[in-house]
Structures are given as structure tokens and as C-alpha cells.
């Protein structure tokens, strides 16, 4: 089965979450055709398992070996392709001032929302996502949700 990995809170400031470093982490916990896409915690594999808490947990478990812990939210892909063909946003795109956005909810579902970039802002509006929904979310911008779908599809061919 093909998975996409995503891990909380992580930017691309941070030197361990760059691609090499991630691919090399998940190859040695087992998976296949790791690929990191973009350089903010975001990476695609193979498992054989249909089990997606276990991955999480496996993930999870292991990233002290990158110097930190940090909760893992796993989708398939086609979790994620329903998702993107879903439509949440109505045709909508985004603008210069806002960001179409899906945060990833532990639970296993997900929110959708705009986040007006000159009044909100994203610290603001992951505040109240968190207060609502706890600490285990992620959120990533709805392109890059596309990308990683692309990047899936693409190992398809």
C-alpha cells in the first residue's frame, strides 16, 4: 500500500528533516520507495501493512533518532486522492491574500479552511484548530497536498 507521512511541526529550517536524511530514516524502519517531498516533514512510502495506526506508532516511536518526537499522521493514498477529488473547497484557489488549507486530524478525518492571510494568519488559526482539536494535527496548504498526491501518482507509471 502507498502512504504519505505527515509529521508535526516540522519546517524546513530543520537539518533532519531534510530529504536524504528522512528517506534514510524510513528505509531503515522497513519501508519501500520512501520518497520526501518538499522539506517540511511531508514523505511518501510503501507498507505492506493496511494497519495505519501501527505506522504511526512505528514512525513515531523511532523519530527520537532524529533528535526529536513528534506525532505522525499517515493517509493512504487513496484516502488522499478522495480527498482531493472531494472538492472541499468548491472550485476556490488560492489568492495573494489567503491559503486554502487541510489540516489532518489525528482521528483520522480532517478540516478545511481559508485562512485570510492579512487578518488571521496561520499562528492564529492553528491556535484555534488546536484548541479545538488537540495537539495532534497537522496542517499543510492545500497545493502541497496536491504535490504529494502528483508525487504518488507519478510512481504510478
Known amino acids: 500500500m502507498k502512504y504519505a507521512a505527515f509529521i508535526l511541526g516540522i519546517g524546513p529550517g530543520n537539518p533532519n528533516m531534510h530529504g536524504d536524511k528522512l528517506k534514510e530514516f524510513f528505509e531503515k ?6 520518497k520526501a517531498v518538499l522539506s517540511s516533514g511531508n514523505v511518501i512510502f510503501e507498507s505492506e501493512s493496511k494497519d495505519k495506526k501501527y505506522l504511526e506508532n512505528l514512525i513515531e516511536e523511532n523519530l527520537p533518532q532524529l533528535g ?8 493512504s493514498y487513496d484516502e488522499l486522492k478522495n480527498i482531493f477529488n472531494s472538492d472541499p473547497f468548491n472550485g476556490a484557489e ?3 491574500t489567503s491559503r486554502l488549507n487541510v489540516t489532518f486530524i489525528k482521528n483520522g478525518t480532517e478540516e478545511f479552511s481559508i485562512i ?3 487578518t488571521i494568519g496561520t ?4 491556535a484555534t484548530l488546536e484548541k479545538k482539536h488537540g495537539r495532534e494535527i497537522t496542517t499543510r ?3 502541497t497536498v496536491g504535490r504529494i498526491l502528483k508525487k504518488m501518482e507519478e510512481d504510478e507509471k
Open 29 to 34: 524502519l522497513g519501508f519501500k520507495n520512501v
Open 68 to 75: 526529536f518526537k513528534k506525532a505522525t499522521i499517515v493517509r
Open 94 to 96: 488560492d489568492t495573494p
Open 116 to 118: 485570510d492571510t492579512v
Open 123 to 126: 499562528v492564529k488559526i492553528m
Open 141 to 143: 496548504t492545500w497545493r
